[in-house]
């Protein structure tokens, strides 16, 4: 059986979950019909998803998503592959998290401690998964696109990632003996 790039990527996609929205329209090519017109995230909104994505991948004895660029990374995603109701639920998403951050906690989400930014991030996890109503959420947004960007970025792909050019030292072929198997993969 054969199975062409395009085919083994949507397989990839749909191994790891298949929720990262956009995905379709980053297996094709192709940006989607109808989008909203003029969508702008202005510096602040760049910022707000810096730390956002930082609360998801946090910096440890490796960059976190932040030093990766993560916010420009999911603006560049958000206009160029969403369509117009993805987008929509994006905005919409980001501003329930602000304002509901602020409410429960006094302050603005980039001022806030890491603690209670995580602890906001996984009550609101927990609350989709066990809510009746599974419409799309920001957050599974979010975490797909930080991932993504943080793992096809240089620091990710370099410093987070063990990149190993050729698996192990190589000394010639190995004769097999009499009774030996060998198995092809």
């Given amino acids: 059986m054969n199975m062409n790039r395009r085919e083994a990527l949507k397989s990839v996609v749909l191994m790891m979950g298949g929720t990262m929205v956009g995905?379709?329209?980053i297996l094709t090519g192709c940006s989607p019909e109808k989008q909203i017109e003029g969508l702008n995230f202005s510096p602040d909104d760049i910022t707000f998803l810096d730390e956002l994505g930082d609360t998801i991948i946090p910096e440890t004895?490796?960059?976190g998503a932040k030093a990766a660029g993560i916010g420009a990374f999911m603006v560049m995603m958000v206009k160029d592959t969403y369509?117009?109701?993805q987008q929509q639920t994006f905005v919409d998403g980001l501003n329930k998290i602000r304002s509901e951050f602020k409410a429960s906690k006094g302050v603005d989400f980039v001022e806030a401690s890491a603690e209670d930014r995580l602890a906001y991030l996984n009550g609101s996890y927990e609350e989709y998964k066990?809510?009746?109503?599974?419409?799309p959420q920001v957050i599974n947004m979010l975490r797909d696109l930080t991932v993504l960007g943080y793992?096809?970025?240089e620091i990710g792909a370099t410093q987070a990632l063990n990149y190993v050019e050729v698996p192990g030292r190589y000394d010639g072929c190995i004769d097999l003996k009499p009774g030996d198997?060998?198995?092809a993969i």
């Fill in 151 to 153: 793992f096809t970025s």
């Fill in 83 to 85: 369509d117009a109701e």
């Fill in 130 to 135: 066990t809510s009746q109503n599974r419409e």
């Fill in 23 to 25: 995905a379709t329209a």
């Fill in 181 to 183: 198997r060998a198995y």
């Fill in 61 to 63: 004895d490796t960059p």
